[in-house]
């Protein structure tokens, strides 16, 4: 029963700016004119009460969207930042400046060169994974003997540099970035209408996850980069250039939260301060799922935004706090996060 | 021979010690009182609140090497309670400060109690977790008024008797309060209890094997430092007459930090150095826009590359004493 349906965008695309839903999408259900929707009678039927909420049902399914979209980007960034901090343990606070570089770099490919966002997802890492490389070589690796905090404060000194460089130049309003015409367009699944380019995120954000888990916790370069997490002197000994994977651990990092950039841009504009909007959100995924777990981050990032659309729903006041009360109950429990080791 | 020169030259240490801190603080006190002649005294008042929030900062990362990125929670919270009295239940300054005060140390006591069962890097990440909580908390919540924030607090009077809407009046409170909290931050330091958390910093499990329960230690530090980034907030609100959602964002928590490693951590008078050099940074480079950002970021990057003692850190060591 999946039919495409040739609109040229969806209602609510592109209209929000940050991750907050599009008033639009969802609770109005379709857009009007399309698709006429069920009478009045069916309409009561789209609609559930509970403890006193009536709620929609097309809202649900809508904000159901909207977090898991959210959880995308959520797995993706503290996937990366689980991958920084289990090799360098240090925490990346430049990660929401590499998303948003990531998203601007896209938006520079299309505009100077030409290069449509199929090599934007490709060559956009690729170039902010170099310049976290680096990052990593100029100032991290001569911070390697120091406390650890020293490194956090140095990345989010760097993360003040770039968002305050990029704000300068480019003021803090969106650039628009379009949606590429393959996934231009709708499923209807029948209860509900899934726009292809919102499927296509939380697709290729599952894909790339999956990916970098079974890299790393089943083949050798993973088993490499384990060890050197548990004891690079030993790892050294066996003849690896122990540095130089530090280098590119950081590069890959950093790469993903490009990579989740990309993905962003057509959802939410191409904004300076769209990393400084989601990384503290990230950060507390990062705390719930237990600092350097690469399971925990992506499971973790995924339901979190799960429910932080389903609070949307239920109890919209508390929609921008969910995840922080959430983080409170988890360290009462259990202090190394819900997948950690104990510390 | 035999180790009597040793003790000798330890209590010359300490006499030196002491008596710089004397010049310093007596330098610092003449700074203060000459300052609203040279500068503008809203300008300096202005300062010395944030001196006082890097001095309560300083107590945790330079002394129990506890290291919060939201510290500017206490002062955001505060700073509304305070104002939020003042203006709605119309009490006298002094009150609704301390109401500020009481509502920022109740807050350091939960959310430290949560937060030191971890620590490191850990602890900075849940503490910045907490901030953002307490963000959202001033965003929805009705009495903050959301992006307007408090506007027009009365100064009134303070105790019934001083009016504090005289400038001078302000200014002469506004340094007792700093000169308050920055003298208890010492008398912490310098206490039996003091000792025990350098000492927790130094090696916190061999602090725990004498018998000492660290975290009770450290959450009582946390608290503490809480209660005076809250005295710092509240009178803020009162100097600046308005509660607003900057006192309360992850930036300010952001800027404290930059305050106490430009001044240098871990000394009694780095913070307020740095607070004063931030402070001023952005007041004269305002005109530059987002450049204030930038270049706050590269004073950060500098100072943890090449300047990690800070500037009160460095003349210490170039001089020998502990400031």
Not at chain 1, 15 to 29: D, H, I, L, N, V
Not at chain 1, 37 to 65: K, M, T
Not at chain 1, 200 to 225: D, H, N, P, Q
């Amino acid at each position: 029963m999946l039919r495409m349906l040739l609109l040229p965008r969806f209602a609510g695309e592109d209209s929000g700016s940050g991750f907050s839903p599009p008033p639009r999408s969802g609770a109005r259900g379709p857009p009007e004119g399309r698709w006429r929707g069920p009478g009045s009678r069916a309409r009561r039927r789209l609609e559930v009460n509970l403890f006193g909420h009536v709620i929609s049902l097309p809202q649900l399914y809508g904000q159901l969207l909207i977090g898991l979209i959210n959880g995308s980007f959520y797995a993706l960034l503290s996937l990366g930042l689980a991958v920084i901090f289990g090799m360098l343990t240090i925490v990346n606070f430049a990660h929401g400046a590499f998303y948003m570089m990531g998203a601007f770099a896209a938006y520079f490919l299309l505009k100077l060169t030409g290069l449509n966002y199929w090599w934007a997802l490709i060559l956009s890492p690729l170039i902010v994974g170099a310049i976290g490389a680096v990052v990593e070589i100029l100032f991290l690796k001569r911070l390697a003997g120091f406390d650890p905090l020293y490194s956090l404060l140095l990345t989010f000194g760097l993360a003040l540099i770039i968002q305050g460089l990029f704000q300068y130049y480019f003021g803090a309003s969106g650039l628009p970035y379009a949606i590429p015409k393959e996934l231009g367009g709708a499923y209807n699944l029948g209860f509900m209408f899934l726009p292809v380019y919102r499927g296509w995120v939380i697709v290729a954000s599952m894909a790339v996850c999956f990916g970098t888990w079974l890299v790393i916790e089943k083949t050798k370069l993973g088993a490499y980069l384990r060890a050197g997490t548990e004891n690079p002197t030993m790892v050294r000994a066996f003849g690896i250039n122990v540095p130089r994977m530090i280098t590119l651990t950081y590069a890959f990092g950093v790469a993903l939260a490009a990579f989740a950039g990309v993905l962003a841009a057509p959802i939410n504009q191409v904004r300076p301060g769209m990393g400084a909007d989601i990384i503290v959100v990230v950060f507390a995924v990062v705390v719930i799922g237990g600092m350097g777990s690469i399971l925990g981050s992506i499971v973790t990032g995924f339901v979190l935004g799960v429910i932080e659309g389903l609070t949307k729903v239920f109890y919209p006041e508390a929609s921008n706090t969910v995840v922080f009360v959430i983080m409170a109950l988890v360290l009462l429990i259990r202090p190394s996060g819900l997948f950690g080791r104990t510390a | 021979m035999t180790t009597a020169p040793a003790p000798a030259i330890a209590v010359d240490l300490a006499e030196r010690n002491r008596r710089a801190n004397w010049v310093a603080f007596a330098v610092m006190v003449c700074l203060i009182a000459i300052a609203p002649f040279v500068a503008y005294p809203f300008f300096i008042m202005n300062a010395l609140c944030f001196a006082l929030f890097a001095c309560a900062f300083n107590l945790l990362i330079g002394y129990v090497n506890l290291l919060s990125l939201g510290h500017a929670m206490f002062l955001g919270l505060a700073s509304y309670v305070c104002a939020h009295a003042a203006k709605v239940w119309g009490l006298e300054p002094v009150s609704a400060i301390l109401v500020g005060v009481a509502a920022s140390t109740a807050l350091g006591f939960v959310t430290g109690a949560l937060a030191i069962r971890s620590s490191g890097i850990y602890f900075a990440m849940i503490t910045v977790a907490f901030s953002q909580m307490v963000y959202f908390f001033s965003v929805e919540a009705p009495f903050t008024h959301g992006e307007d924030g408090i506007q027009a607090v009365p100064q009134g009077r303070a105790l019934g008797l001083i009016p504090l809407s005289n400038p001078w009046v302000l200014y002469v409170f506004v340094a007792g309060v700093f000169l308050f909290g920055f003298l208890g931050v010492q008398r912490i330091v310098n206490s039996p209890f003091g000792e025990i958390l350098k000492a927790i910093r130094e090696n916190e499990p061999r602090v725990v094997s004498l018998g000492y329960r660290a975290m009770q230690y450290e959450l009582a530090a946390f608290t503490l430092s809480a209660a005076i980034a809250g005295l710092a907030g509240a009178t803020k609100a009162i100097v600046a007459q308005n509660a607003s959602l900057t006192d309360v964002s992850f930036a300010m928590s952001g800027e404290v930090v930059l305050m106490t490693l430009v001044g240098g951590m871990a000394t009694f008078y780095g913070p307020v150095v740095g607070a004063i050099v931030v402070v001023s940074m952005q007041n004269y480079l305002a005109q530059f826009g987002e450049w204030v950002t930038v270049i706050q970021g590269v004073v950060f990057v500098a100072c943890v590359m090449a300047f990690r003692r800070g500037i009160v850190g460095e003349l210490a060591a170039r001089a020998k004493i502990s400031l």
